[in-house]
């Protein structure tokens, strides 16, 4: 049987080259349509496979019966690497062009394909845990020249760990959601006491996140070999950030309010497998990482990114960013080693984030933050709009894909419009 990677492959359904989820890909999200409750589906084409259908119709065993009938992939995920790796295998086989099984079976077919258009997708699994790192050297460098100036951009730890902090599970969100301007203590400058009310300085920030599909225990840690087997796959993710709230709170202890608001994702899941042909080595690391953070094999992805504004008002939007997930310093694999190494338990739906994507020229800044330069420098929209942070009405999206031959894997968008503050 050919691989599911193989840049050969054809669907029977027809999908486009530029669609971001070819047989090569097989994302899996949850979903909904009229008589169907939330259930586990992959994305092909223009169109959602209903994997419950599959399985019912006995076509699709992954030895859990009523796995893909539940409103989440958490107890697909706890299956292991093993059954996912071999049910991506048997999904591709189905969607074959020269497999007959469902292509053949006008019954089947009707009932286990559905158009995406008519389905609603839903946040993918249960989020257990949401950890936010710092891991673009780009990024780091921008926001420490200006706030510390250029001899002094980096912090003399960021070279040597994966910087994070715990965020909120409770409020990442799927595209689409409307985010809801955050409130919180204000202290410009000059002013001698706070205030309390709407963020004034919102912000975006461009992440990829992934999702820990095997748990670890308390205690133990993790080699590199364990911590790549553990990610089930990523999503896009919008860290959405007031910077004003930040910028007051965030002495001695880093951000809280300024984030715990919302995180959106991307509503597909795009397994590590599929993204295994675009793995590649990331920036060189000078000084070498300690040895429990040290990794062998390319761990970084050839993965473009970009992000789109609407301004409030308008019909038109534009790309303010374009960057790439190779840029990463700190690899993902490092980021999950590095957040068991102390003890910490890592459990099935825990979301790690990577922190702003930013790369090495002006238009590859992963937030407005970096690229109105904090509010000096507008970004001049059509219409005549111009933004140094967000304003009510604004819509952000987020796309993200790895090119092949002929084809690419891509992570639909991830979507947000911003809402006034109650």
Not at 140 to 167: C, E, S, T
Not at 203 to 209: K, S
Request: glycine letters at 10%.
């Amino acid at each position: 049987m050919p691989h599911p990677n193989d840049p050969t492959l054809r669907s029977f359904i027809d999908v486009d080259a530029t669609s971001d989820f070819p047989i090569q890909n097989l994302p899996y999200g949850v979903f909904s349509s009229n008589g169907r409750a939330s259930r586990v589906g992959v994305a092909i084409g223009d169109h959602v496979l209903d994997l419950c259908e599959l399985e019912q119709a006995g076509r699709l065993d992954v030895g859990d019966p009523g796995v893909f009938a539940r409103p989440t992939l958490n107890a697909f995920m706890a299956l292991g690497p093993t059954v996912w790796s071999r049910t991506r295998a048997r999904i591709s086989e189905l969607l074959r062009h020269d497999h007959p099984e469902l292509r053949d079976n006008s019954e089947l077919r009707a009932r286990a394909l559905l158009s995406m258009a008519d389905v609603k997708l839903h946040l993918p699994f249960q989020v257990a845990g949401y950890t936010d790192f710092y891991s673009s050297k780009e990024h780091a460098a921008n926001v420490g020249v200006m706030f510390r100036g250029k001899d002094n951009a980096l912090q003399p730890n960021w070279l040597h760990m994966p910087i994070g902090y715990n965020g909120r599970a409770s409020t990442v969100v799927v595209s689409g959601t409307k985010v809801r301007r955050p409130r919180g203590q204000l202290k410009p400058p000059g002013a001698e006491v706070p205030s309390f009310g709407p963020c004034k300085r919102l912000d975006f920030e461009l992440e990829m996140g992934f999702v820990v599909g095997q748990p670890s225990k308390m205690g133990e840690m993790l080699t590199e070999k364990q911590a790549a087997e553990m990610i089930f796959g990523f999503m896009i993710l919008n860290d959405w950030s007031a910077r004003d709230i930040q910028q007051w709170e965030y002495v001695p202890l880093g951000p809280f309010q300024a984030k715990a608001f919302a995180t959106s994702i991307s509503p597909w899941i795009v397994t590590r497998e599929a993204l295994e042909p675009f793995r590649m080595h990331g920036p060189a690391q000078n000084p070498a990482p300690l040895p429990y953070l040290k990794q062998h094999l390319p761990n970084n992805y050839d993965m473009q990114l970009d992000v789109s504004l609407r301004a409030a008002g308008m019909n038109e939007a534009m790309r303010i960013c374009r960057t790439n997930f190779k840029y990463m310093y700190w690899s993902s694999v490092q980021q999950l080693m590095h957040h068991a190494s102390s003890g910490c338990a890592m459990n099935i739906g825990d979301i790690l984030g990577s922190g702003t994507i930013s790369g090495p020229d002006k238009n590859s800044r992963g937030s407005l933050l970096e690229i109105s330069w904090n509010g000096t420098e507008p970004v001049e929209l059509p219409g005549g709009a111009k933004r140094t942070f967000l304003e009510d009405g604004d819509s952000l999206v987020m796309r993200g894909w790895c090119q092949g031959d002929g084809y690419r894997v891509g992570f639909g968008e991830v979507e947000g419009t911003i809402l006034p503050a109650e």
